[in-house]
């Protein structure tokens, strides 16, 4: 802040009364058109911030003009006229709905996701928003947790590197650029160590987990200037984030907001309730007065900051100066986004004309839909198919749905602009297509009514199933490939989308077997929100592409791969195990004392895991086929022993494309402390690169460590580097790695 932006808010904050001050805090949903309580509250200054609506479209914000009309009642008919935050959930893409965060992450492409960012940024403020619920930076390991489609997957480093490319693409260079938004980093913390997967679950998390797995992406986002943060609903370590002042003082400097309803929600925690005689009757008042006192700084939807805090200030349990400066960070925050200097630049027609769904939008958007997708397997080079005179059978719920293809999270998407798989594969020249449903998504109608909360995305065919199944069947058999598009409902991931199955739906997986049996090849083609468990289909039917939720381009996308015009490139960000009674697995688990070889010597009761099956995962993190080959000669280190604090070591590999077409590969190194004072992860990500290559080129990529990578908790929670042995292991995957290994010992 400058000498003149804290002269203007003293003076505004001067001016302020306690209640005007108390009505910056309270964010509120936005309706329009706006009820008159809601525009009578905004005229009083009781409101600092609306956001759009949760469930039905209509319900949401409708774009700059009618938004603009609220903003002018906060800044020309309220006392101190001042200006409103907008905020929505834009969480990949607003109208242009892009793949869903799991997708994107599977790029490895800050570059590309910063754009896609810039996208969603300057579709949100082209409709008037300037504030967005963006990016859900919490770690999952547990794919039974429907939220893990709203993050990017289960690693800190690479969580960490879309977290600053994601902050970069919505705000900009400049907040106050009226294309730019406030990015809001959440749900802080460790949100996605619910436990069992169960949504809204609590979470029972070490400090040094917290450090090395939940924190790091958060960091990198606080780092890259995010402007506010949002807490999340679990209590972690018994404390819900809402009341934890430790917790929240790792948010210094943004503005800090509740999620939605959250305070009140901690009476349901069981807070609140009989504590020390404080207003025992009442435990909004006393939860309100807590979260604030811990440094919650805006109460979404809770209500109690408005009702409550007046109270708590005039018996002194909440202080002038804690409301203060609450308020005052809602406003620098409004500062920052240009909103007193100009409160109406994100409502120009012109510029909305410009910036809503525009061309160019689309072919970034199947780009990143493309290169989000994941080739699973791909036995005999089924995949690219030849397009000219091939039959081919397009079958499945999924092919002939757009809708679901946006994912969830999608509620203000150009929901007729979306292009299917089925359509996307018509448009290829010289592909003749026979088109069977095959199967209904679900044929549970109690899971249909939930998947259809925000709209009737997920219907029911009226034929028995066996008929459904012996037209897919009908329309296999004249053809030379299958396309099968299985996989999830847009709601069957997301918010309160937990899962204690994970594998595709019995009448999907009827409709697969069914398939198979023709003898036909088959190329699964997955729509999904999260890892499925798939041992039986990564047996039998030979080629599987996860497509993911690929947002508004994803038919033509999947298109472009199914026939080589482009080539597979992403790479999982997510262990997938072949068993849900495996989870939660991730690639970093810590070694244990009888590590052996479980799959190897299954017979040996010291190292085997599981009685009933392998304890591997089906796919391990980092892995991904394209169309080629890549080799990787053995990794180089510039120095195999090396010593102090700023010594820094460099490892280089080459990669040699050694398959008949182009193709990009991503490079990935993990670091190994294979002997330490605590136990240590097995290995740990610690860069990445991307390396497009003709056919017979070589590439080297070059990676540098320093002792910063080597750090870690210790037992007492310092970071620290414990001179030694490490391993540098560089491969196409986590489970595929060439190493070197090098001494670094303690001072030069
Ligand atoms: C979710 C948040 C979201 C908020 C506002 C909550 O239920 O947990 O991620 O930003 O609603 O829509």
Redesign the pocket.
């Known amino acids: 802040m400058t000498a003149d932006t804290t002269a203007f808010l003293d003076d505004l904050m001067a001016r302020m009364t306690l209640d005007e001050k108390l009505g910056q805090l309270n964010l509120v949903t936005g309706n329009i058109p706006l009820p008159d309580d809601r525009a009578a509250d905004i005229r009083a200054g009781r409101i600092g911030g609306m956001?759009g609506g949760?469930v039905d479209c209509t319900f949401g914000v409708h774009g700059p003009a009618a938004l603009r009309a609220v903003q002018e009642i906060a800044v020309n008919e309220s006392r101190l006229g001042i200006p409103l935050l907008f905020a929505y959930?834009v969480i990949h893409g607003h109208h242009t709905v892009l793949p869903i965060p799991l997708a994107l992450s599977c790029t490895w492409n800050p570059d590309l996701i910063e754009a896609a960012a810039r996208v969603a940024a300057r579709e949100a403020t082209a409709c008037g928003l300037n504030w967005v619920?963006s990016p859900?930076l919490d770690i999952a390991r547990d794919p039974r947790w429907g939220r893990i489609a709203?993050g990017s997957g289960e690693d800190p480093y690479l969580g960490a590197r879309i977290a600053e490319a994601m902050v970069r693409g919505l705000q900009g260079d400049d907040l106050a650029d009226p294309e730019s938004v406030m990015a809001?980093i959440?749900?802080f913390i460790a949100y996605g160590a619910a436990e069992g997967g169960r949504d809204y679950n609590n979470a029972d998390v070490s400090l040094a987990r917290l450090m090395e797995v939940y924190l790091p992406p958060f960091l990198a986002a606080l780092n890259a200037g995010a402007g506010s943060a949002?807490l999340s609903?679990a209590a972690v370590n018994r404390i819900p984030s809402h009341a934890d002042a430790d917790l929240l003082r790792l948010l210094d400097g943004v503005l800090k907001v509740s999620?939605?309803n959250a305070i009140p929600e901690m009476i349901a925690h069981g807070l609140g309730d009989e504590r020390g005689g404080i207003d025992a009757d009442d435990p909004l008042q006393t939860l309100s007065e807590r979260a604030l006192r811990a440094g919650v700084q805006m109460d979404?939807m809770g209500h109690g900051y408005a009702s409550r805090l007046a109270a708590g200030v005039a018996a002194g349990r909440v202080s002038a100066a804690e409301v203060d400066a609450a308020c005052r960070a809602v406003l620098e925050a409004k500062v920052k986004l240009g909103l007193f200097a100009d409160p109406f630049a994100r409502f120009d027609e012109a510029r909305a004309a410009r910036n809503l769904r525009a061309p160019a939008y689309r072919t970034l958007a199947r780009q990143l839909a493309a290169d989000s997708c994941v080739l699973l397997k791909n036995a005999g080079d089924l995949l690219p198919l030849a397009p000219e005179g091939l039959k081919l059978a397009v079958v499945g719920p999924l092919a002939d749905d757009a809708w679901n293809l946006l994912g969830p999270w999608s509620f203000q998407g150009d929901r007729e602009g979306a292009v299917s798989v089925l359509d996307g594969i018509r448009a290829v020249p010289g592909v003749t297509v026979r088109h069977a449903r095959g199967a209904d998504i679900v044929d549970d109608a109690r899971m249909i009514e939930l998947l259809n909360f925000a709209g009737p995305k997920v219907g029911r065919d009226p034929r028995p199933a066996a008929e459904m199944i012996a037209e897919a069947v009908a329309a296999a058999r004249a053809a030379d490939v299958v396309v099968a598009v299985l996989g999830e409902a847009a709601e069957m991931s997301g918010?309160a989308a937990s899962r204690m199955d994970i594998g595709l739906p019995a009448c999907q997986r009827a409709l697969l077997e069914a398939l198979h049996a023709t003898g036909k090849p088959v190329v699964l083609v997955l729509a999904n929100g999260r890892p499925l468990t798939l041992p039986w289909e990564a047996e039998h039917v030979p080629a599987i592409l996860v497509s993911w939720f690929g947002g508004c381009e994803a038919g033509p996308a999947v298109a472009d791969l199914l026939f080589g015009r482009r080539a597979p490139s992403g790479r999982l960000t997510t262990t997938w195990p072949r068993h849900v009674g495996q989870v939660p697995l991730a690639y970093d688990r810590a070694t244990t004392g009888r590590p052996g070889s479980r799959d190897a010597d299954p017979g040996k009761y010291t190292t085997r895991c599981y009685l009933d099956g392998s304890s591997e995962p089906l796919f391990p993190f980092g892995f991904g086929l394209g169309f080629t080959t890549f080799a990787y000669a053995p990794p180089v280190a510039d120095a195999t022993d090396l010593a102090g604090d700023d010594a820094v070591l460099t490892v280089s590999v080459a990669v040699t494309n050694t398959g008949g077409r182009a193709g990009e590969e991503t490079v990935q190194m993990y670091l190994t402390d294979p002997v330490a004072s605590v136990v240590r992860p097995g290995k740990q990500l610690k860069g990445f690169a991307k390396l497009a290559l003709a056919p017979g080129e070589t590439g080297t990529v070059a990676f540098r460590l320093t002792t910063a990578d080597l750090a870690f908790p210790d037992a007492s929670l310092r970071r620290v580097w414990e001179p030694g042995r490490f391993i540098v292991g560089i491969g196409p995957h986590a489970d595929a790695l060439q190493t070197v290994e090098v001494t670094w010992r303690a001072g030069a």
């Open positions: 956001l949760l959930d619920f859900m709203e809001c959440k749900h949002m609903f999620d939605f979404m918010e």
